[in-house]
């Protein structure tokens, strides 16, 4: 005890002692707090990397949303294409002319066909009888026989 207590007399000694006082106390603290936060949330990610990630993930999604989209379009032209294609081979089948072949209806082949058959029969060429007459006509062109019709008397 060779020191000998030293009385403060002014402001601005004792604002310097407890200056240090205070420096070493916030640095326990904070170290303290520090390490305990670290602890709790160690293996968390930072809230710059949340949302680094949340962009991606965005970005993820939409181009997601786009996929689906595309594929929703060609799934319904590879569709199309199917009933289009099954369309015209029953109608060459059935004997349908191809400019016929997109009149008909349904959604699955035994539709079609059914609908097919029955649009042929409607579209199968009607025989006519012909009209024979006991005048003999080869070789004659219309006019010649509008002629010949209209005068009786005259021979061919």
């Known amino acids: 005890m060779s020191e000998e207590f030293k009385a403060i007399e002014t402001q601005e000694a004792l604002d ?10 916030t640095k326990s603290v904070t170290d303290s707090v520090t390490a305990e936060v670290a602890k709790k949330y160690e293996g968390w990610i930072s809230p710059d990397d949340a949302k680094k990630s949340a962009d991606q993930i965005a970005a993820l999604t939409e181009k997601l949303k786009a996929s689906e989209t595309q594929v929703a379009d060609l799934t319904a032209k590879i569709s199309a294409n199917e009933i289009s294609s099954a369309k015209l081979k029953i109608a060459l089948e059935t004997g349908l002319p191809s400019a016929l072949a997109e009149r008909l209806t349904g959604s699955t082949e035994e539709e079609l066909r059914k609908d097919a058959e029955l649009l042929a029969k409607f579209a199968a060429p009607q025989h006519q009888q012909h009209r024979f007459s006991s005048e003999r006509t080869e070789g004659l062109s219309g006019v010649e026989q509008a002629f010949y019709a209209k005068n009786p008397e005259l021979k061919k």
Do not use: S
């Open 16 to 25: 310097a002692i407890i200056k240090n006082r205070l420096e070493r106390n």
